[in-house]
């Protein structure tokens, strides 16, 4: 008889994730299986607004800790140290990974998400360059380099526990709610706590010294998270696999790394970059695009990134769960080709709207398809990276992938505005990485196989 996993309530079985965890008949609760995707999508979202934050703060953080005689050598000294955070992530993912994978998901993502709310606020306690010197731009890059250690602690356990707990015909909805919709809900968090610091203090104190409140709200996201998680059971797969596991466990890391997996891992670090670049060169980027090109004031820019974070919370499962339909590999490449002839059209188009043009309205239009169209590529990530490791080595392969992958792709930013000698060549330098990441995004995903329906 072959082994099965029943879905309690929901009418479907998950047989292929059953044959991982033997032949007794385990029943997930719907509160479970709701618990598992609550915590994946605010684990995730709530960490990315403490990320995100540096995004909406990069013209105060720039004359405060990195500061230039030339304006786009502080904004990219500000990307330098956004992507000083995304190349540690690997790193958390590594140790994270393993602890996740060896002591269960709950654990690994109750620890991570902590660490990243308290590196978060001590960021907006460092006294300014002004005050302290270099001391000051030092202090902060090493603390950025914590919350990346932190911050891909909780990819590992967010990116596995829901999809190890969801049905197999709901994992691409997951998917998209989670790497698209968490990401959505994080800049609508960060968009929202914006603009309200930003309206309620006013232009002159905000940029004396109430940017510092927007690091100090990331314990808020602490006590949320562990909120969230005290209810939190574990993944039922990796529940009976250490229930199951008799004798040495299996390093993760170096099974990962091994002949076995190595080409898995290197593919799919190549997408990962490639969604990646587009994510934080769409979402990442409009914030200080709209602040710095089309010089919006800051309650308007808050305004538009919410509402466009919010339709990509909104589209987001829905790409995924498209991804169910067409699958996978057909996902990839139907979002890469799309994006490849739009978006460097619409930014070209945003680029020379002014606010007192009258031209708002479309600026709006516009970066709503940017950030919706920029965030598909990322939707099916998640399932595809799960159902191309076994559980007891998922959540540091899935980490790894993930986390490598978007610490490349998160240099964009900063690359995009060191090939900008002024101002006004920032659109054009923007258009010529985005095109060139979407091209390479593209060649992997006709490289990949097929996993839509699979759990190895």
Avoid at 2 to 22: D, I, N
Avoid at 255 to 284: D, E, W
Avoid at 392 to 400: L, P, S
Wanted: charged fraction near 10%; aromatic fraction near 12%; charge should be positive.
């Amino acid at each position: 008889m072959q082994p099965e996993l029943r879905l309690a309530g929901f009418g479907g079985y998950m047989g292929q994730q059953a044959q991982e965890v033997g032949d007794k008949v385990e029943e997930i609760s719907k509160a479970q299986v709701f618990k598992a995707v609550a915590a994946s999508v605010l684990g995730w979202a709530l960490d990315l607004f403490d990320l995100f934050i540096i995004l909406y703060l990069a013209p105060y953080i720039g004359p405060n800790f990195f500061p230039s005689q030339f304006p786009m050598l502080s904004l990219a000294g500000v990307y330098g140290a956004f992507a000083v955070s995304l190349v540690m992530r690997p790193a958390g993912s590594a140790i994270f990974g393993w602890f996740a994978d060896t002591y269960g998901r709950k654990r690994a993502m109750a620890l991570a998400v902590v660490g990243v709310g308290v590196a978060t606020a001590l960021m907006g306690a460092v006294p300014t360059i002004q005050t302290i010197g270099f001391l000051a731009p030092a202090a902060f890059l090493v603390l950025r380099l914590l919350q990346g250690i932190f911050v891909g602690g909780v990819v590992v356990s967010t990116h596995t526990i829901g999809t190890e707990s969801v049905p197999t015909h709901w994992r691409g909805m997951l998917s998209g709610l989670v790497g698209a919709g968490g990401a959505g809900l994080a800049g609508l968090i960060a968009a929202g706590v914006f603009y309200f610091f930003s309206v309620v203090l006013g232009a002159a104190a905000f940029a004396s010294w109430g940017w510092r409140l927007m690091f100090f709200s990331g314990l808020l996201s602490s006590f949320l998270g562990l909120f969230v998680f005290r209810s939190l059971e574990e993944s039922p797969l990796w529940s009976k696999l250490a229930r199951a596991r008799v004798g040495r466990r299996k390093a993760p890391l170096k099974a990962v790394f091994g002949t076995q997996y190595g080409g898995v891992l290197l593919l799919n670090i190549l997408l990962c970059a490639g969604g990646a670049a587009q994510y934080y060169l769409t979402s990442g980027f409009l914030p200080t695009f709209l602040a710095v090109v089309n010089r919006l004031p800051k309650p308007t820019v808050g305004i538009i990134m919410a509402l466009s974070n919010a339709c990509v919370l909104l589209t987001g499962p829905l790409f995924g769960q498209i991804s169910e339909l067409l699958g996978r590999r057909r996902m990839f490449l139907f979002a890469g080709l799309v994006n490849l002839a739009v978006l460097p059209l619409a930014y070209l188009r945003l680029a020379p709207l002014r606010h007192e043009a009258g031209e708002t309205a479309l600026a709006c239009l516009l970066v709503v398809v940017i950030a919706v169209l920029g965030n598909a590529g990322c939707t099916p990530i998640v399932a595809f990276l799960n159902e191309r490791f076994p559980t007891e080595i998922r959540a540091t392969g899935t980490g790894v992938s993930w986390n490598v992958g978007f610490a490349i792709g998160g240099t964009m930013p900063a690359l995009v505005t060191l090939a900008s000698r002024q101002l006004a060549d920032l659109p054009h330098s923007l258009v010529f990485f985005l095109s060139t990441t979407v091209l390479i995004y593209v060649l992997v995903a006709f490289n990949i196989p097929e996993t839509r329906g699979r759990m190895m």
